[in-house]
């Protein structure tokens, strides 16, 4: 019996995009980006976690998802709520995941589905299809060849895992896994995590990088780049259309950091650092995370400078002396 061989074609286009990632990810590694700054990769892998599961329906806002792991009371829907809490326990777990491991994979999907689906960690036993709205677009391989195909596709992995390159093959896995769909639920959620938990292997910052952000941005295009897919019989556009994604959160991500580094002072660093994205702030809070006491010096030293560059801006820029007066970092 022969290997399986997932179809797909290299092109022109992907080995560029391949050199251009490897090349930016050169560059985050050289700032030494994540390790230096731990707000950084907590509020992207938050962004990572809402993106995700917002793909799938959960209308948690960002700051509501990044109360509940923060262990602060959320009123909202349950499940969504359990669903937050299951994909941050799911993500903490990269570092340890084997993504050439089918073991891995339905253990890490037994955590992220704990409490919100019956089939947990466990194959579907039955149909499923894709749907929109009430038309279906998709039906998926049949139960009994779930464990099959998902063989082949794990026996590809470890074959080939120092002949291609990660980033091709976490593409591929990506879009063979949502053929498959060989769970009865949380196969676009397990779909992204495990592409994060494939590149990690290769450059450990790709466990902060938030390209679940960038698919939610373009959502619809991600549904097309799919569907064309099962139209062609192979995975070539959706290959090209994720590594345009990865490329474009990458840049993203360059300009934050070097926007951070460029002209900016010791103390507008600092403040910078303890502040977490798209979260108002009060002035006391600021002093408090600072360890300061005068707020003149929090408004001379720290926030006006960091105003004037648009690091930060106030809620009621019309009234900065406002007791209801917030500051974001955005």
């Known amino acids: 019996m022969s290997e399986y061989i997932p179809p797909y074609t290299i092109s022109n286009q992907m080995l560029k995009q391949v050199s251009a990632i490897s090349e930016k990810a050169g560059m985050i590694a050289t700032y030494n980006a994540f390790e230096a700054r731990p707000h950084l990769r907590r509020n992207n892998r938050i962004r990572s976690i809402h993106s995700s599961l917002k793909i799938e329906a959960n209308s948690l806002s960002l700051s509501e998802v990044r109360d509940v792991i923060n262990g602060h009371l959320v009123l909202g829907d349950q499940k969504e709520i359990q669903e937050v809490k299951n994909a941050y326990a799911a993500y903490e777990k990269i570092p340890e995941i084997n993504p050439l491991s089918i073991s891995d994979l339905k253990k890490t999907h037994k955590i992220m589905t704990y409490m919100t689906v019956e089939e947990s960690g466990i194959f579907r036993k039955g149909d499923v299809g894709v749907f929109s709205g009430d038309k279906c677009i998709f039906v998926a391989p049949p139960p009994e060849q779930v464990d099959p195909l998902m063989q082949d596709l794990f026996s590809w992995m470890n074959h080939c895992e120092d002949k291609i ?11 063979e896994f949502v053929f498959i ?14 592409h994060t ?23 619809q295009n991600y549904y097309d780049a799919i569907a064309e897919c099962h139209t062609n019989g192979n995975s070539n556009v959706f290959i090209e259309f994720i590594l345009e994604m990865l490329e474009q959160i990458l840049d993203e991500v360059i300009i934050r950091i070097a926007k951070t580094n460029a002209g900016t002072s010791e103390y507008v660093k600092r403040l910078l650092e303890i502040m977490e994205y798209d979260v108002p702030y009060t002035s006391n809070d600021l002093l408090n995370l600072l360890g300061l006491k005068s707020k003149e010096t929090l408004r001379k030293n720290y926030l006006n400078p960091a105003i004037e560059l648009g690091f930060i801006r106030m809620t009621l820029p019309d009234k900065p002396s406002s007791r209801n007066q917030r500051y974001v970092r955005q």
């Not at 980033?167 to 591929?172: C, G």
């Not at 769909?181 to 495990?194: E, I, K, Q, T, V």
């Open 165 to 175: 390159h990660p980033l091709i093959m976490a593409a591929v896995f990506h879009y």
């Open 181 to 194: 769909h060989p769970f009865a639920d949380g196969n676009g959620r397990m779909a992204r995590l495990w």
């Open 197 to 219: 938990a494939i590149l990690y292997r290769w450059r450990k910052l790709f466990e902060f990088i938030p390209l679940e952000s960038q698919i939610e941005r373009f959502q």
